[in-house]
């Protein structure tokens, strides 16, 4: 059970908006900034949003991150087939010893 | 530019020891701001954060497996080497280690990546 929620699954067809959720707490995402990675297949995960909504250089802005309270979302429009991935939110958490926390993941599938 | 790998056995017997050292090139340990974590992910399964030091040798571990992780630096070898104690087959993942910086707060800004080692819990 991970400490922040996000749905198992998601889908969209090419050049749709989708957007994924990610719910915590008031000691993880309501005290502290958001993180996003994607892991395609195979792969290690790619830092695609920091700071809640800042981009790496390199991630397209089709890519963006959004934070409300204990909540989070990543959306994607313009959806490719290449998004297909595993999407992770993080968190730093305040709680027992202030630790990293990630969330279970969401599979994106492009239709 | 930025590297890791992870290097390490492949297999390891329940109640062992797991040592893995992350040997990384293109920023030092010693600058204000570095760090270096390790995550873990089961096959199939999701993204578990274990252990993260700074430059200042600030640790950092998950409370759920503090008792059996120690993480060290040495910053002269470019090497950081993650303990993790009494292995059990639960253990059996990809694990990671990553560079973080601290960008404004502390938090998992893990920006570049090693491509990850399996290891296996069996007898």
């Known amino acids: 059970q991970s400490v922040l929620t996000q749905p198992p699954s998601a889908s969209g067809t090419p050049g749709q908006r989708v957007t994924i959720s990610c719910s915590g707490s008031?000691?993880?995402?309501?005290?502290?900034?958001v993180y996003w990675y994607q892991q395609l297949p195979g792969t290690a995960p790619k830092l695609l949003i920091y700071r809640n909504n800042q981009r790496p250089s390199g991630v397209p802005d089709r890519f963006s991150g959004s934070k409300s309270g204990t909540s989070a979302s990543l959306a994607i429009s313009g959806l490719r087939s290449e998004d297909e991935a595993d999407y992770y939110c993080?968190?730093?958490?305040?709680?027992?010893?202030?630790?990293?926390?990630f969330g279970g993941g969401t599979k994106l599938t492009v239709l | 530019q930025i590297t890791l790998k992870e290097s390490g056995p492949t297999l390891v017997k329940p109640t062992q020891t797991l040592t893995l050292t992350c040997t990384f090139s293109g920023f030092s340990l010693s600058t204000s701001g570095v760090g270096v974590g390790w995550i873990r992910q089961p096959p199939g399964k999701a993204l578990e954060w274990l252990a993260l030091?700074?430059?200042?040798?600030?640790?950092r571990y998950s409370p759920s497996l503090k008792s059996r992780l120690t993480i060290t630096k040495d910053t002269s070898k470019n090497q950081v080497v993650l303990t993790m104690t009494n292995m059990d087959p639960v253990d059996t993942a990809t694990y990671y280690c990553a560079h973080s910086i601290i960008v404004g707060a502390i938090g998992p800004h893990f920006d570049y990546w090693g491509q990850g080692t399996l290891v296996t819990v069996s007898s």
């Open positions: 993080a968190a730093w958490d305040d709680s027992l010893s202030a630790h990293v926390v």
């Open positions: 030091i700074y430059w200042d040798d600030d640790k």
């Open positions: 008031s000691s993880n995402i309501g005290s502290n900034y």
